[in-house]
């Protein structure tokens, strides 16, 4: 799902946290994760953002025309990084190319030319900054490795 700069998420100011009832944002559950700062995160067309549930819970964050989308960052076919994919618009419809096999995904549902499907994100810009609806935390940066005893 997508988020324009002109618009914002009114109903739920108060909700605003990244997320859970310990304030981390642990995966309890689906909730709004803060990513950043809007203007920041506008300087570049797709984010990697590192999920602590792991790599294949990844999601890009996009920026294109002025909205933010965010999908899995793997591709459905075959685990394609699709935040080094192309952003193409045809007919009115923004879209990736995963880099891999020229996949291309809608960036607001995840539809693709074929068959395959990959999962969107809901995205919302409030007092200026973006969040994303998503079952982990996401950070900007890898998480730690957990330590093996």
């Given at each position: 799902?997508?988020?324009?700069?002109?618009?914002?998420?009114?109903?739920?100011?108060?909700?605003a946290s990244?997320?859970?009832?310990?304030?981390?944002?642990?995966?309890?559950?689906?909730?709004?994760?803060?990513?950043g700062a809007?203007?920041?995160?506008?300087?570049?067309?797709?984010?990697?953002?590192?999920?602590?549930?792991?790599?294949?819970?990844?999601?890009?964050?996009?920026?294109?025309?002025?909205?933010?989308?965010?999908?899995?960052?793997?591709?459905?076919?075959?685990?394609?990084?699709l935040c080094?994919?192309?952003?193409?618009?045809?007919?009115?419809?923004?879209?990736?190319?995963?880099?891999?096999?020229?996949?291309?995904?809608?960036?607001?549902?995840?539809?693709?030319?074929?068959?395959?499907?990959?999962?969107?994100?809901?995205?919302?810009?409030?007092?200026?900054?973006?969040?994303?609806?998503?079952?982990?935390?996401?950070?900007?940066?890898?998480?730690?490795?957990?330590?093996?005893?």
């Amino acid at each position: 799902m997508a988020a324009s700069s002109a618009s914002s998420a009114s109903s739920s100011s108060s909700s605003a946290s990244s997320g859970s009832r310990n304030g981390e944002g642990d995966t309890d559950g689906v909730s709004w994760r803060l990513i950043g700062a809007a203007s920041e995160l506008a300087n570049k067309r797709c984010r990697l953002m590192y999920s602590s549930l792991g790599y294949n819970s990844d999601v890009c964050l996009f920026y294109v025309k002025g909205e933010f989308f965010a999908m899995d960052a793997r591709c459905a076919h075959s685990g394609g990084p699709l935040c080094e994919g192309d952003i193409e618009e045809a007919d009115g419809v923004l879209q990736v190319i995963c880099p891999w096999h020229d996949y291309d995904f809608d960036l607001r549902t995840g539809k693709s030319g074929t068959s395959l499907q990959q999962q969107v994100y809901e995205v919302k810009l409030e007092d200026g900054n973006v969040y994303v609806k998503h079952a982990s935390r996401l950070s900007l940066l890898p998480f730690p490795a957990e330590k093996k005893s």
